[in-house]
């Protein structure tokens, strides 16, 4: 069946590292896919997003990357801040929008 | 303010009791969903609407019902609470192809 899941469920890094956070996805016509970050007791929040005919994406400390071949998504963080600590989910978007598929989520230490 | 507003934001209930989550939007957005979400499994679609007049049921829709009221509005009715229906329940709103804006979500414990 469709499914987006994750390789890892928690992650450490140390202050300053870099993270990096992956996704695998099952449904090869999925167009849209988004990373989201969710703090504790908070809802989720958008951080970045790719479309399925481009690879990589860049924001303000984070890239995004997207390898159709092996269907799998990776959202890296530079400079890893205590901030950035929260449950990082990956979403995928069939055609149309129609359908948003969430995976089980990352949880992030970052330690000082 | 907020862009998306749940109420209430925590609640208890009793088993059988019925009870109705709201959530309302300032983004001007057609697109509104209901989710739940427990530990380890993310979040699961209970119910989404395209617009006023469009309600879909999402992977989990037994034990649960909607109501779109405005376009900013969709209330989510559990009509006879049971206690496996505890958990986190978030509310989002989207345009066509854009990211979701989620609500703070509201805490359900069924007992």
Known sequence: ?112 | DADVTQTPRNRITKTGKRIMLECSQTKGHDRMYWYRQDPGLGLRLIYYSFDVKDINKGEISDGYSVSRQAQAKFSLSLESAIPNQTALYFCATSSLGYEQYFGPGTRLTVT
């Open chain 1, 1 to 112: 069946g469709e499914s987006v899941g994750l390789h890892l469920p928690t992650l450490s890094v140390q202050e300053g590292d870099n993270s990096i956070i992956n996704c695998a996805y099952s449904n090869s016509a999925s167009d849209y896919f988004i990373w989201y970050k969710q703090e504790s007791g908070k809802g989720p929040q958008f951080i970045i997003d790719i479309r399925s005919n481009m690879d990589k994406r860049q924001g303000q400390r984070v890239t995004v990357l997207l390898n159709k071949t092996v269907k799998h998504l990776s959202l890296q963080i530079a400079a890893t801040q205590p901030g950035d600590s929260a449950v990082y989910f990956c979403a995928e978007n069939g055609p149309g929008g129609f359908k948003t598929i969430f995976g089980a989520g990352t949880r992030l230490f970052v330690k000082a």
